[in-house]
């Protein structure tokens, strides 16, 4: 008997750190889509601060003989590297869950069902990327946010870990539009919070499956890597590295 | 050698004693485990106090279209609850001497909000869609897409206060999910279904945590 169901797609994000100005507009488009908790100066120096999006930042001196502390400003380099859930294939978060709150589904997800979650913590301790976060006390919003709350996604209460999901309400809205229109996925069908507020376009999200997809595309690019790759864990965010004009001239990676 | 002597008050007392104190851990325990894993007992009705004595019975037997009201049944995951100006919209004509109705219309003349008593609420963490529930029932019955309201609502067109008919709980999902939901279909329709998830050309209904929960 042919089997003629479409296959499921595979989701993956596509980084191009070169065109990375950290500017941000992807951590607070994160924050509203997904009723992320709004973090404090004293949250954040807890280092308990809720982002299922961050930018991280390097600084590289353009003397490769001196630490970046130790040169003048104008010499100094910064790299920006946006940072979310990796949605792993082989994620090491998995099989520590004792309750099976966090697996993957057939979309190639790493999906967290907080109802089932106890608040062990194991996953976010056994997380290589830091992109777990736990909830230690109930979320508060000032009252003129009530009527900011998504209501598409769960507002997460205390003890429940959480993290990026893809903005799997999105792709659920996605599927129902393909259904509708009978019809395979395309560019633009999913656009998570972050790809859509990019303004320089770093980020790029999409069906990996699809050959004609640009994040297939860019998968092939010269510059591909993937984050702790050596670990194993098959990371489904591929980033492009920064291009750097003066990259011969650093030997301090080689 | 004799036994010490038992009055006959304790030695009645405390076999009752016992047996009330096991036969009510008994049924505690089994209303417990039924009210976690399936229908709690008794009538799983839930009523809401509203603020105008909305009648539905009467709306349906003047043939108003489920859709025409909660409008994005059709469309997306709430189906929603009209607006003022919706209920305005006749009602500035019809009936408009009613107590109810003047209710609402100076509601609608001071421009408060109308808080109607939500009826059926689903935890936060499940996220219901009744676009592909009701698109789903309608294209296989072929029946127009208000006639499929009914599967989860009940009669709403013999309800004077709208109220919760199914229990709405994991399992009751579950359950449809699982293939229950044949028992909602057209007999031509359940074998066509039947057929073309056996033969791999469609889904069964999805069972995956994330369909759900996110």
């Not at chain 1, 003629?4 to 950290?22: F, L, N, T």
């Not at chain 1, 395979?184 to 303004?199: E, L, R």
């Not at chain 2, 909602?184 to 469609?202: D, F, H, N």
Request: overall charge neutral; aromatic content about 8%.
């Amino acid at each position: 008997m042919a089997i003629e169901r479409k296959p499921e797609p595979k989701w993956v994000m596509v980084v191009d750190a070169d065109r990375c100005s950290g500017c941000q507009a992807c951590v607070v488009a994160c924050q509203a889509e997904n009723n992320v908790p709004l973090n404090t100066d004293a949250i954040f120096n807890q280092k308990r601060a809720h982002e299922w999006i961050r930018i991280e930042r390097y600084w590289v001196s353009g003397d490769p003989d001196k630490r970046p502390d130790e040169v003048d400003f104008k010499n100094l380099k910064v790299k920006f590297l946006p940072l979310m859930c990796q949605q792993c294939e082989n994620a090491p978060c998995e099989p520590v869950c004792p309750v099976y709150a966090t697996y993957h589904n057939d979309q190639g997800l790493n999906v967290q069902v907080y109802n089932r979650c106890i608040g062990t913590r194991y996953c976010a301790n056994n997380c290589n990327y830091n992109v777990r976060f736990f909830n230690f006390w109930e979320p508060v919003w000032p009252e003129t946010l009530r009527n900011q709350l998504n209501p598409d996604v769960t507002v997460r209460s205390r003890g429940i870990m959480e993290k990026c999901t893809f903005c799997v309400q999105r792709i659920r809205r996605g599927d129902r539009l393909v259904k509708r229109e009978n019809r395979d996925f395309k560019d633009g069908d999913v656009t998570p919070a972050c790809v859509q507020s990019c303004p320089t376009g770093a980020l790029a999200f999409g069906n990996i499956k699809d050959e004609k997809s640009a994040v297939a595309k860019m998968a092939h690019d010269d510059r591909h890597y993937r984050l702790l790759e050596e670990q194993g864990t098959g990371p489904n965010v591929i980033y492009l590295k920064k291009v750097d004009l003066h990259a011969a001239e650093d030997k301090a990676h080689e | 050698m004799s036994l010490p002597k038992v009055p006959l008050a304790v030695k009645v007392l405390v076999p009752l004693v016992g047996l009330v104190i096991g036969l009510g851990g008994l049924i505690v325990t089994v209303g417990i485990l039924k009210a976690w894993w399936s229908t709690p007992f008794g009538p799983a009705v839930v009523k809401a106090s509203q603020p105008i004595q909305f009648r539905h019975d009467l709306h349906v037997a003047a043939e108003i279209d489920c859709l025409f009201c909660h409008r994005e049944a059709l469309k997306g995951e709430a189906a929603t609850i009209p607006s003022v100006q919706l209920c305005v919209f006749c009602h500035k004509v019809v009936l408009k001497d009613s107590p109810e109705i003047a209710k609402l219309l100076s509601i609608d003349q001071s421009g408060e909000s109308l808080n109607w008593g939500r009826v059926h609420r689903l935890p936060d963490h499940v996220q219901f869609i009744h676009e592909a529930h009701v698109v789903f029932f309608s294209e296989q019955n072929k029946v127009q897409p208000s006639q499929v309201c009914s599967l989860c609502h009940g009669d709403v067109g013999k309800m004077k206060v709208a109220e919760q008919v199914r229990n709405l709980k994991m399992r009751d999902c579950v359950d449809c999910h699982r293939g229950g939901y044949f028992n909602y279909l057209t007999p031509e329709a359940e074998a066509a279904i039947k057929e073309a998830v056996t033969s791999g050309q469609r889904r069964a209904p999805p069972s995956d945590c994330a369909t759900c929960h996110y």
